[in-house]
């Protein structure tokens, strides 16, 4: 092989290289736990989980989430089956394991495929939002109101 052939050979060996970490650094990052900044975690819900913010969390819910998250927040609303991920079940025990300031910060931010709601919601919707979320999935026993699960 020419020197030359050689160098051509090399280069297109660091390419490919190249192209397939950061393809898989992207498919890796995806499917990383999404978990919220410590700070944003710690945001206490300034709304009281009371009959009057849930119905209104669920009006919005209604509105905005169910067409993915579906009517009891399992991830099978209508347009899910169109979505490449799931939306993720909203009804399962460990949703008690974030804190209302995690669950707030990922419904203002966003994360393909699920939009921002900052833009589309008001501040005060997105925690009731959070409130009539947390009567979706069981209480896991002795964990208080708004709080994580101990471990």
């Known amino acids: 092989m020419s020197i030359r052939k050689y160098r051509v050979a090399m280069v297109l060996a660091v390419v490919c290289g190249t192209a397939l970490a950061v393809t898989a650094t992207l498919y890796a990052a995806d499917d990383a736990p999404w978990t919220a900044p410590a700070r944003a975690a710690r945001k206490p819900n300034p709304v009281p989980s009371d009959d009057t913010s849930i119905a209104a969390g669920k009006v919005v819910y209604t509105q905005q989430c169910f067409s993915c998250h579906g009517a009891a927040g399992k991830g099978d609303g209508p347009a899910a089956k169109d979505l490449e991920k799931n939306p993720g079940d909203l009804s399962k025990p460990a949703l008690w394991d974030q804190t209302d300031g995690a669950l707030f910060w990922k419904l203002t931010e966003g994360?393909?495929?699920?939009?921002?709601?900052?833009?589309?919601?008001t501040e005060t919707q997105r925690w009731q939002v959070i409130n009539y979320v947390r009567t979706l999935a069981p209480k896991p026993a002795g964990t208080a109101p708004s709080q994580p699960a101990t471990p």
């Open 111 to 121: 994360k393909k495929p699920m939009p921002a709601f900052a833009t589309l919601t």
